[in-house]
């Protein structure tokens, strides 16, 4: 019951937090304003978002193709086909429960291909690993080639009235005491009462430090170690991209550099972790930051939302059509073992 019910929780808390965003944002703008987003999204160009959608498709073909590299050092080879379907459905399994699609994207490869979900879980979060360096690559280069105008605008509109808010508190003794007490006590109560799932969860670490050594050892054995790094790089130049020629969609946007679409990319990637699919939060982040740029605040409003559902579409999209391409393709049978 416990553990429904805190699933239940992941999956509302996230989704809450997205819609009242929405809400948040919406409740200001006035007649003008709605009507200047509705006119943007009927002027829209609709032919460079679906060259945005294409972009994303090659992407999530390259992180098939990608995974297929990882799995053959450890004697395991498939066919591309599940190996793409895997990935989608995990992509759409990931829109309803965060994290639960690179669960269902080994299930799928191991029961269509007949791969032990070990070797199939170690090469995910190697992957994952690899995004993760990448991303913090990118993050770091859009921090050092566009510091100055981040730094001048997180001071002006995070740092100042934050330290407003703080020199408020200093004055409320009741205020500080109360903080000092959460801050205090609050972490040893929770740890009193979750002591017996860390307990837990620190019995896993072994089993998932394992699976992951595995991926770190099929990484080190990629035969075609140059189409790795390849379709490495291609998945998240594709990214970026998706941006990129979405800005081409709206007359707002058009003008805008390849350097706001990189601080866009990295902050809206943070913030899909924030709400459900990112619901809410990554088209608040690319409005916010395309703003920084130049962008109006109806034109950011409206890429933002554009881009999220669009992207969002194609997940969907993709993620049913492979649902059924997958059964169908391969309705003799699964595949017979694989191990070379």
């Known amino acids: ?16 937090l997205g819609v009242f965003l929405i ?19 009927l002027e829209a160009n609709y032919f460079w978002i679906l060259i945005a959608m294409l972009a994303g498709l090659f992407s999530h073909l390259s992180r098939a193709y990608r995974w297929l590299l990882m799995l053959e050092p450890l ?9 793409f379907f895997a990935v989608a459905i995990g992509y759409g399994a990931n829109l309803l429960f965060p994290r639960l699609g690179e669960v269902v994207r080994c299930g799928v490869m191991n029961k269509y291909e007949k791969i032990p979900l070990p070797p199939l879980l170690g090469t995910v979060v190697a992957e994952r690993l690899i995004d993760m360096l990448i991303l913090l690559l ?32 200093q004055n409320s003794i009741v205020m500080a005491t109360v903080l000092g007490i959460l801050f205090l006590v609050v972490p040893v109560i929770l740890f009193f ?12 670490i072994s089993g998932i430090t394992k699976s992951f050594a595995e ?26 991209l998706m941006l990129y020629f979405s800005t081409f969609a709206l007359a707002e946007t058009k003008g805008l550099s390849m350097d706001a679409m990189l601080a866009a990319f990295v902050f809206g990637t943070f913030g899909m972790v924030f709400s459900q699919g990112g619901i809410g939060f990554y088209p608040l982040i690319l409005q916010v930051t395309l703003q920084l740029y130049g962008a109006s605040e109806i034109g950011g409003f409206a890429f933002g939302w554009l881009t999220w559902t669009s992207q969002t579409l194609l997940l969907i999209l993709l993620a049913i059509a492979s649902l059924i391409l997958v059964q169908h393709l ?11």
């Open 1 to 16: 019951m416990t553990k429904t019910l805190i699933n239940i929780l992941k999956f509302i808390i996230p989704l809450g």
């Open 23 to 41: 809400w948040w944002v919406v409740k200001d703008l006035d007649a003008k304003d709605k009507e200047d987003i509705r006119k943007s999204f």
């Open 75 to 83: 004697g395991y080879k498939s066919k591309f086909r599940n190996s």
């Open 138 to 169: 990118l993050t770091f280069i859009t921090l050092v080639t566009q510091y100055e105008l981040l730094a001048e605008n997180t001071s002006k509109y995070f740092l100042v009235p934050l330290g407003e808010k703080i020199g408020l508190l």
């Open 330 to 340: 391969n309705k003799n049978g699964t595949t017979a073992q694989n191990k070379a």
């Open 193 to 204: 009462v979750f002591r017996n799932k860390l307990k837990s969860f620190f019995n896993k």
């Open 215 to 240: 991926g770190l050892v099929a990484i080190k054995n990629v035969k075609n170690k140059g189409a790795f790094i390849f379709h490495s790089l291609a998945i998240w130049t594709l990214y970026i």
